[in-house]
């Protein structure tokens, strides 16, 4: 392991104090590689609720007061949300919202030719993380509809600051190898880490169940960067400002830079 022990001046040291707290006295150029993933941003696309619905629980199969389920493969998910140090996030709401079995959303325009809406389903739910970080959604595996493969679109807010729009896919769907938005997702890394194995509950349940983890930067997200500017698919990079990305040249700065008297 590459290892930098510190010897500063005593002003210097009030400078990295709080870094310090966080690696235990020692700096290493390993630690910030070893960084989780971020998870990659995707745009909103056009489907977002234009008007939500009533009942917006983390429950998607059912709505209050419905005559019957909706349509479709029940499909559970959940994890954590984490930042990119593994710290988890409480207190923070995630959203939820997808095409129904028939590939139809609960948007005025998102009802595909030939296709109607599944009044069952609930189109769109949330849920704010608990003390641990943790969030989980009952729904159901999405329709699929032309030109995309099947995915959920989700994101993640705290007040009226949104931080992440994205999407999650399941592994093995063949449409996933052309899909255009899940291609412009990122590095290889982050587009592996929002395609998930989903499984059935058990020999005898059709029900599907998947574990994600959410890793999050901590800038909150510029408006341009949910429909596809920087940041999203064909845009530019988004700008970087979060743990993740310090760098080795931003030790450098703060050791090495100008003394402050
Ligand atoms: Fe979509």
Redesign the pocket.
């Known amino acids: 392991m590459n290892t930098t022990f510190f010897h500063i001046p005593l002003s210097r040291r009030k400078l990295l104090h709080s870094l310090l707290l966080t690696t235990g006295g020692v700096l290493t150029s390993d630690l910030y590689a070893e960084a989780l993933t971020l998870t990659p941003r995707a745009t909103e696309?056009p489907?977002y609720p234009d008007h939500l619905p009533l009942d917006q629980d983390n429950d998607l199969t059912q709505i209050t007061g419905g005559k019957a389920p909706a349509g479709g493969i029940v499909t559970e998910f959940g994890g954590r949300l984490l930042n990119a140090d593994g710290k988890p996030l409480s207190n923070h709401v995630i959203e939820l919202w997808?095409?129904d079995v028939n590939g139809c959303?609960i948007h005025s325009r998102g009802v595909q030719k030939g296709k109607e809406r599944d009044p069952q389903f609930q189109g769109y739910g949330k849920i704010e993380t608990n003390a641990k970080g943790e969030y989980r959604f009952r729904t159901i595996k999405p329709g699929l509809?032309t030109g995309?493969t099947i995915?959920w679109?989700i994101a993640v807010k705290q007040g009226d600051k949104r931080f992440l729009t994205t999407?999650l896919f399941i592994a093995g769907v063949p449409q996933n190898d052309r899909d255009g938005i899940l291609r412009g997702m990122g590095s290889e890394a982050q587009r592996l880490s929002v395609i998930r194995e989903f499984k059935p509950r058990s020999a005898e349940s059709q029900e599907l169940v998947g574990t994600w983890d959410i890793v999050l930067g901590m800038t909150p997200e510029e408006p341009e960067q949910r429909r596809g500017g920087p940041g999203g698919p064909g845009g530019p990079p988004p700008r970087r400002r979060d743990s993740a990305a310090v760098s080795d040249q931003d030790i450098k700065d703060v050791l090495f830079g100008p003394a402050p008297f």
Do not use: K, S, T, V
Request: no cysteine.
């Open positions: 696309g489907y997808q095409a959303y509809y995309r995915h679109h999407q």
